[in-house]
C-alpha cells in the first residue's frame, strides 16, 4: 500500500503532486551510482546516455510522438517560453508571419511570453473562451489571418479543468498556413492524449503534475517545425536546448507518465466520481455556490465559488484546519487581482474573489471529501456574517 502524505487534506494537484514512491525507486540510482554525464564517452557517460534514451522513447510512445521529437527541458514553463517566442521568430525569419493567437485563459507560461513577443515586433490577438470554459473553433478561426505564425491552446484550463476541442482548433489553425502549440501540462496522463491525433506541431508537459519531480519538462517539437532554440551552448537535445540533461528527472518523467497511462481509466473513474461528490455537496449544502466552467473536464477538478465569501480568506481557514486547496485570487505587490481565467470566462470580478478551486488525485479518499465537505460550511457561514453587504446583496 502507497504511503498517504502527512498533510491531513490535499486537495490542489493541480498545483503539485507528491512524487510516487515507484517513481523516486525508478530515478534514485541515476542521482547516486549511475551519476554519469550523458555526454561523456566512458562507460559511466553512455550508461547515463542509455538511459536517457530509453526515457526519450518511453515518453515518446506516451504521447503518440518519435523519440526525435522530444527535447527534455527544466519545467512546463521552460517548454511553453521555448515554443512561443522559438517558433514565432523562426517563422517571422522564414516566413514573415508576425501574427500570433493566444487565449485568454492560458498559463502566465504563455500569456508573459505573447506579451513578449507582442513588443518585440509580433501582433498578438487573444481570443476568449466562452462561457462554458471552452475555446470554441469558430471563435478561433475568426481571430485568424493570412500572416498568423502561431496559435496557443492550452488542453485543459488549469483552475477550472476544462478540455478544449485541440483536433478542431490545430485544423483552424493548419487551415490558415499557421502553426499550434498546446500546454498540455494538465491534461498529460489524465485523459488520452496523443499528438498526433490532435495534429499538434508542439506541446508541453511537466514531470510534476503526474507524480514526479518537480525541474523535469518536455517540449513535442513535430519534425520540420522551424524552432529557435532559447537556451544556446554545448548543442545537446539535437542542438534544440543546451545544457547537460538531468538524466535522473528524465528517468522519473518516464516512469510517471507509464503509471499514469497504466492507470488512467480507473483513476478517471474514480476521481470524477470523487470531484461530483465535492461539486453536489457545495452546491447542495451551501446557498449561493456556482460551479465554473460547464465544459467537459478533467477527472477529479472543480472551481467553486462562494458568493460573499473571500477565497483567501476562506484558503487560510481551511488551510487551519489541515486542508490545502487552491483560489482564484492572487495577492501580489499588496493588491488583490481576481483570476485572469474566471475573469476571461465572463466571471465578474467581485465573485471571482470568492473561488476555490479543488483538484483532487492519487492519494485523495472518500475520507479527504467526507472532511472537506465537514469543514467548508462552517467556514463559509462565519465568513459571510462578517461581510456587511452579504445579505443585501445575495440574500441570506
Known sequence: ????????????????????????????????????????????????????????????????????????????????NSALIGISQMAAERKSRRHIVVSAFEHHAVLHPAEWLAKNGFDLTIVSPRADGVVHPGDLRAALRDDTALVSVMAANNEIGTIQPLAELAEAAHERGALFHTDAVQALGKIPFDVSEVGVDAASFSAHKIYGPKGAGVLYLKKGTPFRPLLMGGGQEFKKRSGTQNVAGAVAFAKALELMLAEQADEAERLSALR????????????????????????GYANLIMLGCEGESMLLQLDSKGIAVSTGSACSSGSLEPSHVLLAIGCPAEEAHGSLRVTLGRFTTDEDVDRFLEVLPPIVERLRSMNPLYERMYGA
Open 276 to 299: 461530483d461528490r465535492v461539486v453536489g455537496g457545495v452546491l447542495d449544502g451551501i446557498a449561493n455556490t456556482r460551479l465554473n466552467g460547464t465544459g467537459p473536464k478533467l477527472p
Open 1 to 80: 500500500m502507497m504511503h498517504r502524505m502527512d498533510r491531513s487534506v490535499y486537495m490542489d494537484y493541480a498545483a503539485t503532486t507528491p512524487v510516487d514512491p515507484r517513481v523516486t525507486d525508478a530515478m534514485l540510482p541515476y542521482l547516486t551510482e549511475h551519476f554519469g554525464n550523458p555526454n561523456s564517452l566512458y562507460t559511466l557517460g553512455r550508461d547515463a546516455y542509455r538511459a536517457l534514451e530509453s526515457a526519450r522513447e518511453s515518453i515518446a510512445a506516451g504521447v503518440g510522438a518519435q523519440p526525435q521529437e522530444l527535447v527534455f527541458t527544466g519545467c512546463g514553463t521552460e517548454s511553453d
